[in-house]
Nanobody, 119 residues
């Protein structure tokens, strides 16, 4: 059974940095793509960053230039380096992975890690 486990969240002051990690277990395949989403209280979950198996990336406009997504395919791990954090970045951050094999698409979510940015 595939599991995604996030770590690295916490409390940080405005302008600080955090690095989130998401480690996958239970599969020998590299995911087709991996993402970080976030959900703030009272708001819908939103896509923050995306990375494909070839390393190509996309970011939400709100985090461009501040966040960097990367992955280690051999370890099936994805990272999110967050710099110049703002109070509006406060949210639960979720790791997401997508894998299609034999025509079957599988979607996986982590349990989330809290990021709180104090002003």
């Amino acid at each position: 059974q595939v599991q995604l486990v996030e770590s690295g969240g916490g409390l940080v002051q405005t302008g600080g940095s955090l690095r989130l990690s998401c480690a996958a277990s239970g599969t020998l395949f590299s995911f087709d793509f991996m993402r970080w989403h976030r959900q703030a209280p009272g708001k819908q979950r939103e896509l923050v960053a995306h990375i494909s198996s070839d390393g190509s990336t996309n970011y939400a406009d709100s985090v461009k230039g501040r966040f960097t997504i990367s992955r280690d395919n051999a370890q099936n791990t994805v990272y999110l380096q967050m710099n110049s954090l703002k109070p509006e970045d406060t949210a639960v951050y979720y790791c997401y992975a997508d894998l299609t094999r034999g025509g079957i698409r599988n979607r996986y979510w982590g349990q989330g890690t809290q990021v709180t940015v104090s002003s």
